[in-house]
């Protein structure tokens, strides 16, 4: 099969690109810039073609749908800067590639959303998600919406944070609700999932909850890379009001100074106060998924990706 993949340089994109290359599938990547090292290794390590452009480009996007069997929609943030907002991001962008696959005709469309995505979130992001998801819904796509829970593995932004922060502090920092839990997942779950979905029939119209077999605090996620590393650190819970002046600040201080998103913000802290769980046994089942405890994932993730780090 041949496949067009957004956000195929990313984190969870990398992993899926190479299952879907494991299995046989010819892959297309749309790539913001060509030139980068994750798009020169993909193309060297799988053979991928690449496709130059984003989302809010519909030339670019016609060109890369052109010729594919299905689309796997990956494109997302968790932090904005400039343009690349939530709404534009997720909601137009994702309107913006459907028109492109209606046009083209291709009818198989897969499509990641997150955990906890619904219409009266109190997040952008969430909402941003749900918009996505109902212009997907909305059209005549055979489509499957997958809803992962927070996603760990090498090079991951959550777990190799807080291992930095292990590492060289002795307090760690908990933003989270005591009462919020949350069902980690690993990448490589993720990606066997997308890698079956695009060609199961059964899965047509049906959103599905990618977590984890255990529901934990942040609390005990930041207790878990602790063991894995062999060290003991006190954790502090930062009040909401405190952090979210600090969120506040970052999000103003980092584009300006360092033409970045910044590291945290405001909807990420709205998000941390609340439940993020699902059900996983529908795509356990459908995708004969067996996800692994965090604990058991995270000293091998943690090994491939803060390759710094002594364990």
Not at 234 to 261: D, G, T, V, Y
Request: with cysteine; aromatic share 8%; glycine share 8%.
């Amino acid at each position: 099969m041949k496949i067009f993949v957004t956000g195929g340089t990313g984190f969870v994109g990398r992993e899926i690109v190479k299952k879907l290359h494991g299995v046989g599938h010819s892959i297309r990547i749309l790539a913001r810039n060509p030139e980068s090292i994750q798009v020169i290794e993909e193309f060297q390590r799988y053979g991928v073609e690449i496709q130059p452009g984003t989302l809010f480009d519909a030339d670019a996007l016609q060109n890369g749908v052109a010729g594919m069997n299905a689309v796997i929609h990956l494109v997302g943030i968790i932090s904005e800067i400039g343009e690349n907002t939530f709404e534009a991001v997720h909601t137009q962008g994702t309107i913006n590639l459907i028109t492109a696959v209606q046009q083209i005709g291709i009818e198989r469309f897969v499509h990641m959303s997150a955990l906890g995505t619904r219409a009266d979130s109190k997040s952008r992001y969430h909402q941003s998600k749900w918009l996505g998801e109902e212009a997907v819904r909305q059209s005549d796509l055979d489509y499957t919406i997958l809803r992962p829970s927070l996603i760990f593995g090498a090079h991951d932004q959550f777990s190799m944070l807080f291992s930095r922060i292990i590492r060289f502090s002795p307090v760690v920092p908990i933003l989270a609700d005591e009462t919020a839990h949350f069902q980690p997942i690993s990448v490589e779950d993720v990606a066997t999932a997308f890698a079956c979905a695009v060609v199961e029939p059964r899965s047509i119209g049906q959103i599905y909850d990618l977590c984890g077999p255990e529901e934990l605090t942040l609390e005990e996620i930041v207790n878990e890379i602790c063991a894995a590393m062999g060290r003991k650190r006190l954790k502090l819970r930062i009040p909401f009001s405190l952090s979210n002046r600090l969120a506040a600040a970052l999000e103003f201080l980092f584009p300006r100074l360092f033409r970045k998103a910044p590291p945290l913000n405001r909807d990420q802290l709205v998000m941390l106060q609340e439940n993020n769980v699902g059900n996983p046994a529908p795509a356990n089942q459908m995708f004969n998924l067996r996800p692994i405890r965090f604990r058991d994932g995270i000293r091998h993730a943690l090994r491939c990706g803060a390759k710094d780090a002594d364990f």
